[in-house]
Nanobody, 115 residues
């Protein structure tokens, strides 16, 4: 069993930065692929970025060059550094852990980009 707790969301002006964190409890964190999803009001949840247990990263086209995903297996934590934020990045951001079809979700953290 893995529990995920996100933090770091908030209100930021366009062009600003935020760093989201997702702390995992439970064992075996390093074997999980970790992902960040987001869901804007009235929209479907979409994959933003992912990082495998081995460190391979992937990003949605809409965030490439602006967002960076990373993980610290010693701290059981995955991060999402978000730079050059745009109003369209406004959403609830969710952390996801997956391993061979088993997945866990965090409760989400709100990110609002507005002047």
């Amino acid at each position: 069993q893995v529990q995920l707790v996100e933090s770091g969301g908030g209100l930021v002006q366009p062009g600003g930065s935020l760093r989201l964190s997702c702390a995992a409890s439970g064992s075996g964190f390093s074997i999980y692929a970790m992902k960040w999803y987001r869901q804007a009001p009235g929209e479907q949840r979409e994959l933003v970025a992912g990082i495998s247990g081995g460190g391979t990263k992937n990003y949605a086209d809409s965030v490439k060059g602006r967002f960076t995903i990373s993980r610290d297996n010693a701290k059981n934590t995955v991060y999402l550094q978000m730079n050059s934020l745009k109003p369209e990045d406004t959403a609830v951001y969710y952390c996801n852990a997956v391993y061979i079809g088993i997945e866990y979700w965090g409760q989400g953290t709100q990110v609002t980009v507005s002047s």
